[in-house]
């Protein structure tokens, strides 16, 4: 099986489940650089192509979940399941409320400096280390109760994420990531916290409308990132074991 990665310019923050999912079976985590949504594509590709034992199963989280669904349309032979773990909203509608949610879980002084940086990601690429304190910032806001880092994640490549992020956006709010998402042939699982400021609707409803063999399981007390809730993540790694062993 493979770990796709967030960010989009965040490789290795997966390193955690990789490790807890190969006590049971071969892991790949690839980290992906390329600075567009097609040769991230291609770097996937070329990683299961030469490492994997094809069809395989794989687990994308957050962006990560975006680029599974773009590499299972056009690379079917590649998957016989995807795993969408914390995925974005597949609509421009349920965007609105993410930020929102997330400045008001926190302090007015935090709620200021999020905002602020913000702004200037709309505007400009973030240096490395302001494009971390704004990740600092909105982990707090997406997480219900964070266990700490078990490793020291790699630095987020602030050029990636920036480029990758636009694109991305752009074939969601046209429309594009939901005609892409109609070529899926596999079994779609996607596993959300309902503590996510990540709308679930956002990747139920549409999605369930566009995938044939979709469903979603919502994790209760759990934020963005699973792994690392208290009190969701036993259950997170027992429906992960689960789901790829199941075809």
Not at 192 to 210: E, F, M, N, R
Request: proline share 6%.
């Amino acid at each position: 099986m493979a770990v796709v990665h967030g960010g989009p310019g965040a490789p290795g923050e997966m390193s955690t489940v990789a490790r807890e999912l190969s006590s049971a079976v071969g892991v790949l985590e690839p980290l992906l650089t390329a600075a567009s949504v097609d040769g991230q594509v291609e770097e996937l590709r070329v990683v299961l192509a030469e490492n994997g034992g094809l069809p395989l199963a794989l687990i994308g989280f957050s962006w990560g979940a975006w680029l599974g669904v773009i590499f299972a349309a056009n690379y079917p032979t590649y998957l016989n399941k995807l795993v969408l773990s914390s995925s974005g909203p597949f609509e421009e509608k349920y965007v609105a409320s993410i930020l929102k949610t997330r400045l008001q879980r926190l302090r007015n002084g935090e709620r200021r400096e999020a905002k602020a940086l913000h702004e200037a990601m709309i505007t400009s690429t973030l240096s490395t280390d302001s494009l971390t304190r704004f990740g600092q910032l909105i982990s707090k806001a997406d997480s219900y109760d964070l266990l700490p880092e078990e490793s020291q994640p790699l630095p987020v490549n602030p050029e990636v994420d920036r480029s990758v992020r636009d694109e991305a956006n752009r074939l969601r709010n046209s429309g594009r990531l939901l005609e892409i998402a109609r070529r899926v042939e596999c079994p779609v699982v996607a596993i959300h916290g309902d503590y996510d400021p990540h709308p679930a609707d956002g990747v139920k409803q549409p999605l369930s409308k566009t995938i044939k063999d979709f469903r979603l399981i919502l994790l209760k007390e759990c934020g963005h990132y699973p792994w690392r809730e208290r009190k969701a993540r036993d259950t997170f790694y027992c429906i992960l074991n689960a789901e790829i062993r199941q075809p």
